[in-house]
């Protein structure tokens, strides 16, 4: 992809719909809408994504990739695999549960929201990251949250968080691209050597109400956790699943 150009902005709904309009008016690929601070953000299955001003990294890509629409499936896992990465050099002990949050613990410290759009100059995706940097305990929207700083004890620079996971999405993304190796080894092996999904008993609820439970054996070539239950083995794709739980 080309040099990324950042855009901040102090305060904005929703750095996702500013990204969306913008891609509609004809934004190039690599556009970067950073909000200093987002009002209504948006959270994966109409969720709002909740941070106090001051705290978090926020901010959307717009991407018009240059790789066929059916391997698009990978946007979401290979951003949470560049999060993770970014994460993990301030020293994180973090790791991507699948699809895309990244976690401490069992605690949720960034959450990523890919929205794909047609638009007059062709398709896009918007990769929306939210990083809790600077929450303290009394400041979590929900429970199973934490940030940064609560796990490391010490302050964070925003600005350097925002640096080094830009650069660690580029990478990914251009390995995703040009079908090339990250970190050593095929795209899909990096992923799922960062995610603690697998090798896990998972209970995975489907939009339909029903629950698939099994092991969690290995991510597919289209991304896909593949749960095996019996001997039975069921690839489930990240937008057809509404919790994945492990045991
Ligand atoms: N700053 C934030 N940090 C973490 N979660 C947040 C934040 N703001 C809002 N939330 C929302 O809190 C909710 C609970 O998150 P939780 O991790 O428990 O479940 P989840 O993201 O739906 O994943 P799953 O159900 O698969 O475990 C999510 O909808 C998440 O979007
Ligand atoms: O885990 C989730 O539910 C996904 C959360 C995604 C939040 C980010 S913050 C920047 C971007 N703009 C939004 O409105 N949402 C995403």
């Known amino acids: 992809m080309p040099d990324l150009t950042v855009e901040v902005v102090d305060v904005l709904e929703s750095s996702n719909a500013v990204a969306a309009e913008r891609a509609q008016e004809g934004a190039p690929d690599g556009l970067v809408i950073v909000a200093d ?10 969720r709002t994504w909740e941070t106090p001003p001051g705290t978090a990294v926020t901010f959307s890509v717009l991407l018009r ?16 695999y560049a999060v993770d990465k970014a994460l993990k050099s301030h020293g ?8 895309n949050d990244v ?6 410290v960034a959450g990523i929201l890919v929205e794909r759009l047609e638009t007059p ?11 809790n940097v600077g929450l303290r305990a009394d400041e979590l929207p929900v429970p199973t949250a934490t940030s940064l700083e609560i796990e490391l004890g010490r302050p964070v620079d925003r600005t350097d968080v925002l640096v080094e996971v830009l ?13 090339g190796d990250l970190n050593g080894m095929r795209l899909r092996d990096s992923y799922a050597a960062a995610c603690v999904t697998v090798g896990r008993d998972v209970r995975v609820d489907l939009p339909d109400g029903s629950v698939l439970e099994g092991r969690a054996v290995e991510i597919d070539p289209t991304g896909q956790l593949v749960v095996e239950h019996d001997g039975v ?14 045991a």
Do not use: C, F, M
């Not at 100059?121 to 990083?131: N, Q, R, Y």
């Not at 650069?167 to 079908?179: P, Q, S, T």
């Open 37 to 46: 601070h987002q009002s209504a953000g948006r959270g994966r299955l109409d």
């Open 233 to 246: 083995r069921t690839p489930v794709a990240a937008g057809d699943v509404v919790h994945v739980r492990t």
């Open 65 to 80: 990739p240059d790789a066929p629409t059916r391997s698009w499936p990978w946007l979401p896992l290979l951003t949470g």
């Open 92 to 99: 994180l002990e973090a790791g991507v549960k699948w699809p």
């Open 121 to 131: 100059t062709g398709p896009a995706a918007i990769v929306g990251v939210g990083i």
């Open 103 to 108: 976690l401490v613990g069992e605690k949720k």
């Open 167 to 179: 650069n660690a999405i580029r990478e990914a993304v251009d390995a995703w691209e040009l079908g």
